[in-house]
């Protein structure tokens, strides 16, 4: 292919034949960046007077602070046998939430690095990458790392690994990310194993989207994998999922800072700026094409994110409701994954309800919200999607337990996922028990070595949301890691569980439960709520009920406080500045029906069992 004009820098067009397309598949803390620091370094992208530790990481920072651009993808040259080559180190992110985005990056390589810590052995995360890579049937370099710390079993865990992956415990290189050593011989072994990308170069283009991130100062920055033709500076390009054209800025490679050049050909990864304002408008999968010439078929697997799990969010103050949309609408344009609707709770009054990924897609999420926006927040109690069949055979998507349909209903469809569980063999009957508890079905165990065992389980996703990890971790002195995917949908015995104050639902804490556990939840919720809501001038029934049928009740007796009772004495101040304390407390009342309650109960009733816990503790 004839190279493109280009600025000095970096060719536009290179040769497919001398590039290599890779990424790193490694749990957390067993070396990633520290060995991409060294590879930056062997490659002499990075000066060493230049040089700091976790260099892509930094990097990160300051483009929150708006200042570069993020690198997902790293060009990198390479000398060996004469000839010079480019490799493209592709970043994954590593969270299971985000599994859809791990499998387009891996699409968008030939070659993945898997990195074990040889102190630690292989991870049920790493395990679960391994295994996407693997469908991608992208060649598997296997590494062990930290070969420098006395601790390290390279022998053993070479063992393990080539049991995996079937290959001989010999193939298994050994590097330290820190020292450098064995990391050239790691750069080699790229060359020599990773296909050279394939694709037409004659053909119209076609660049899939792995990656799109919002900077403050340039817009979005959409990473991409050229597939077949070329992309060029100034030319229009079109979206296939959505058939919107845009002009390109700017087109490049990050070596790492971002250099822009002509265009980007065949095989080659870099980055596209055109000046949208929103993420969503250059999704994550899609198919890029240029306007003029647009191919026909898109690059296969583009799939909408689609929320996991949903919550209510609220401010506690309802005067910052209109803060928090416009905070939402912030978030949204650096995160297509997150979607909301307003909705409206008589307990809590006006908030979202806001779709997620998981569990921690939503923490985080909150975590920005209460840091970045300054907003107190109350979330409810997360949960998952409900496909209920009315009797009348019509199909309900249920995210909210309000809505769940109060008649009768046919048939309910919960969503199940396949988990993966990585334990010492010792602890197998304790996560085995754990699993059953959680209405988990098995469906395999093998061990990666003697003393190690993946146990496999299929579980409704809405038991492993909440604390499952958590008990895990406990149950398995911290030893046992865990991934899962979505694995469909199945019938379950589900129940809407509803708490009623003085006989009126309060929406906030209905919740949809699996039968069995609806009796547990009803009096968790009613004894919890007799201890945070104050006695009334009347006495107050606090009962859980499915449908019309009451499964527990508490009474919260009546009583007057008065607050003067303690101020003797004809002090007229102090006693009206206690009436006005009174009064003060009084305003951040919620009335639900005839009932105050304190904005404290709502947010102490939704939290968490451990944080109730510990909420208790610090009154005492
Ligand atoms: N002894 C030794 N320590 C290493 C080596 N590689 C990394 N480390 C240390 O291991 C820890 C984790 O390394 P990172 O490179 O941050 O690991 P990571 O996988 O990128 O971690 P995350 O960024 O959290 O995903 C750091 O304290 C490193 O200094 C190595 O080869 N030898």
Redesign the pocket.
């Known amino acids: 292919m004839s190279p493109k004009a280009s600025t000095p820098q970096v060719p536009a067009a290179t040769d497919p034949n001398v590039i290599r397309n890779f990424c790193i598949i ?10 991409a620091d060294r590879m930056l370094q062997l490659t002499g992208v990075v000066q060493p007077r230049d040089m700091k530790a ?1 260099y892509l ?1 930094r990097m990160d920072i300051e483009r929150d602070r708006g200042i570069t651009i993020k690198s997902q993808a790293v060009r990198m040259p390479w000398e060996y046998q004469d000839e010079t080559y480019a490799f493209h180190m592709i970043d994954t992110p ?1 969270h299971v939430d985000f599994s859809y985005e791990v499998s387009r990056s891996l699409a968008a390589c030939e070659g993945a690095i898997l990195l074990v810590d040889a102190a630690q052995g292989i991870e049920a995360q790493t395990l679960a990458n391994l295994y996407l890579a693997m469908e991608h049937e992208l060649a598997i370099i296997p590494v062990l ?5 006395p601790a390290a079993m390279p022998d053993k865990y070479a063992e393990e690994i080539a049991h995996l992956i079937g290959c001989e415990p010999d193939d298994v290189l050994r ?5 450098g050593e064995g990391v050239e011989a790691l750069l080699n072994k790229l060359v020599e194993e990773v296909p050279a990308p394939v694709g037409d170069a004659d053909a119209p283009a076609r660049a899939m989207i792995f990656d799109s991130v919002y900077d403050t100062y340039r817009g979005v920055v959409t990473f991409v994998r050229v597939v077949d033709g070329q992309l060029s500076h100034r030319e229009k390009i079109k979206m296939m999922s959505t058939g919107a054209t845009h002009e390109l800025l700017e087109i490049g490679v990050s070596q790492p800072e971002p250099e822009s050049s002509g265009g980007l050909g065949v095989g080659e990864v870099g980055y596209l700026i055109t000046g949208v304002k929103d993420v969503r408008q250059s999704k994550v999968g899609d198919t890029v094409t240029a306007a003029n010439r647009p191919a026909e078929d898109i690059i296969t697997g583009y799939q909408e994110p689609l929320p996991m799990v949903y919550s209510g969010l609220f401010p506690i103050d309802g005067s910052d409701f209109p803060v928090l949309r416009e905070a939402l609408e912030k978030l949204q344009l650096n995160d297509a994954a997150l979607n909301f609707e307003p909705e409206v709770s008589a307990a809590l009054g006006f908030g979202f309800r806001v779709g997620f990924l998981g569990l921690l897609h939503l923490e985080i999420t909150r975590q920005r919200l209460e840091a970045e926006y300054n907003l107190d927040l109350i979330s409810t109690a997360p949960n998952v999607i409900y496909d209920v069949v009315e009797e009348g055979g019509e199909l309900h998507r249920v995210t909210n337990p309000s809505e769940f349909p109060d008649g009768k209903v046919n048939e309910i469809r919960e969503p199940v996922v396949d988990s993966t569980i990585i334990v010492p063999a010792e602890f197998i009957g304790a996560v085995m028990e754990l699993c059953q508890s959680r209405r988990g079905s098995m469906s395999g165990m093998d061990y990666l070595s003697e003393e190690r065992v993946e146990i496999r389980y299929k579980m409704p996703l809405a038991e492993i949301v909440f604390d499952f990890f958590d008990l895990l971790k406990s149950r398995t002195k911290g030893y046992a890691s865990f991934n899962w995917q979505g694995a469909g949908d199945q019938a379950a015995d589900l129940v809407k569980v509803d708490i009623l104050l003085q006989g009126d639902k309060v929406d906030a804490f209905s919740a949809i439960t699996h039968r069995e556990h609806a009796y547990s939840y009803g009096v968790k919720m009613a004894s919890r709520l007799k201890e945070l809501i104050p006695r009334q001038q009347y006495e107050v029934p606090i009962q859980a009920a499915i449908g019309s049928r009451i499964i527990a009740r508490e009474n919260i007796r009546a009583i007057r406080k008065d607050v003067l009772s303690k101020c003797y004495g004809g002090d007229i101040s102090r006693k009206r500045k206690l009436l006005e304390k009174q009064k003060e407390g009084k305003k951040r009342m919620k009335m639900v029906g005839t009932v105050e309650i304190p904005q404290e109960a709502f947010i102490a009733a939704l939290s968490s069992d451990e944080e109730a816990g510990k909420e208790k503790a610090a009154k005492k």
């Open positions: 490694a749990h957390i803390d067993h070396g990633k960046s520290t060995l976790q990481d590593g790392n930290k070969i420098d710390l590097v330290s990310g820190k020292t």
